[in-house]
Nanobody, 124 residues
């Protein structure tokens, strides 16, 4: 049974940093794209960042480019998101997702597996 569990959310002041982790189990995802999405209250879920299976290609939403860094450890079946210079607009539930493809896609429907999400709250 495939399971994705996000860890590391919390409350942080504007300008601060957080590191999210996603632990994957049930199969190996080393060949496939993994990504982070987020959903703010009253808004649709949106793409944040994605990384190819080998980790050589990463894609970011314009709103987080230069502040967030996505990475992965395939040996440990883990995905990470380092978030720096956080802003109140980054407040959302953050989700880990897996796409059974090799190239990063930004669309929600492309992703086959999802975690339950972790809350990130940035205070001003």
């Amino acid at each position: 049974q495939v399971q994705l569990v996000e860890i590391g959310g919390g409350l942080v002041q504007a300008g601060g940093s957080l590191r999210l982790s996603c632990a994957a189990s049930g199969r190996s995802f080393g060949s496939y794209v993994m990504a982070w999405f987020r959903q703010a209250p009253g808004k649709e879920r949106e793409f944040v960042a994605g990384i190819s299976g080998g980790g050589q290609d990463s894609v970011y939403a314009d709103s987080v480019k230069g502040r967030f860094t996505i990475s992965r450890n395939n040996a440990a079946n883990m995905l990470f998101l380092r978030m720096n210079d956080l802003k109140p607009v980054d407040t959302a539930v953050y989700y880990c997702a897996v796409d059974n493809e090799v190239h990063v896609r930004r669309t929600l429907d492309s992703y086959d597996y999802w975690g339950q999400g972790t809350q990130v709250t940035v205070s001003s």
